[in-house]
């Protein structure tokens, strides 16, 4: 260990929007090579392959299998086509991975006064040079570990109601919207427009929207969800939040994550997931289509009749 991160702007980590330089790409883990190894002995629980369809302001993600091909065919089509392959769960599957990850984090405590994080969960995004991912914001905080390629972050502020009203944020909390948000082209000129080259890594206000663009090349990163412990106060107030005005038509006044109000709402969330008394919605994924073997690239449509639920572990 030592030397793997280093904080080069922005404020401070587990709080602000930072910008860390990193050197993950040298332990080889990253290369053609090593991905394709990787992807091939990835079990079909532990990944998502994706395609998405921009409609306007909508974005409509299908999901898709790559059935027989090998990680180096996978690895062309995302290359060839416009796919997003997301494998999860460093902490099951990529043991080596996950202990890059957890290094750079155990730097980032020792060097960063204060900071704690906790249930940290990261996985492999692999995505083709033109695809996008539309305005959204995560319910933990993030760090972006970039690898490969080149990709523009746009960032707004997590403090401006018009941008993240309360009640978007809750719903996203309660898993009522996939994160999904509205979102208005005018904003872009109040975001920062983050740049990203392969070794650095960039994260974050909690709940911060954003958008990705992906500018050049196979994109390949590292997504870290974390928390901290006033992002855990921020979560357990606004669940409260969110479950008391649904439950019970009630309009939250404060969002404040410190004092006795706070201090409840953080134990009525506690014990109200502990019951369960908020149920979120099962998502069901169907697989709708799968990669040509002769075109590779190429995405095949399944017929409704043949689509098929992709189980997640
Ligand atoms: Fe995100």
């Known amino acids: 260990m030592g030397n793997l991160t280093e904080v080069v702007g922005g404020g401070t980590f587990g709080r602000d929007l930072v910008s860390v330089k990193h050197n993950m790409l040298d332990s080889g883990l990253f290369t053609d090579d090593a991905l394709a190894d990787l992807i091939d002995r990835y079990p079909r629980e532990y990944f998502m392959f994706d395609t998405m369809i921009v409609d306007g302001a ?4 299908r999901h898709g299998d790559p059935s027989d091909l090998s990680g180096k065919e996978i690895l062309e089509a995302i290359k060839n086509g416009k796919f997003w392959m997301n494998l ?8 080596q991975y ?10 980032l405590e020792a060097t960063t006064p204060g900071l704690k994080t906790s249930r940290r969960s990261s996985s492999l995004l692999i995505s083709s040079p033109g695809a996008r991912v539309l305005y959204h914001a995560d319910i933990p905080m993030i760090c972006l570990w970039h690898l490969r ?8 502020d997590a403090k401006n109601k018009q941008h993240l009203p309360d009640e978007s944020r809750e719903a996203i909390i ?3 919207t996939e994160e999904k948000l509205a979102y208005n082209p005018e904003w872009d000129k109040d975001a920062i427009a983050h740049d990203l080259d392969p070794g650095m890594a960039v994260s974050w206000e909690l709940n911060a929207p954003h958008r990705v663009d992906n500018l050049d090349g196979l ?4 997504t870290t969800e974390y928390f901290t412990p006033e992002a855990l106060r921020s979560y357990g107030v606004h669940f409260t939040n969110g479950y008391l005005r649904r439950r019970f038509g009630w309009t939250p006044g404060s969002t404040e994550i410190n004092g006795v109000g706070a201090l409840a709402k953080l134990g009525f969330a506690g014990v109200a997931k502990k019951l369960n008394l908020h149920k979120t919605r099962e998502r069901k994924l169907l697989c709708d289509f799968t990669l040509d073997r002769e ?3 190429r995405m095949v449509d399944l017929p409704a009749e043949s689509r098929w639920p992709i189980q997640q572990a």
Do not use: P
Not at 98 to 107: G, I, M, P, R
């Open 58 to 61: 909508r974005q409509v993600w």
């Open 88 to 95: 999860r769960r460093f902490d099951v599957v990529a043991r």
């Open 98 to 107: 996950d202990k890059l990850v957890n290094d750079a984090f155990e730097e």
């Open 149 to 156: 390629g080149k990709k523009r972050v746009w960032i707004y």
């Open 174 to 176: 309660l898993r009522e």
């Open 219 to 222: 994109n390949v990163s590292i």
């Open 295 to 297: 075109q590779i690239g």
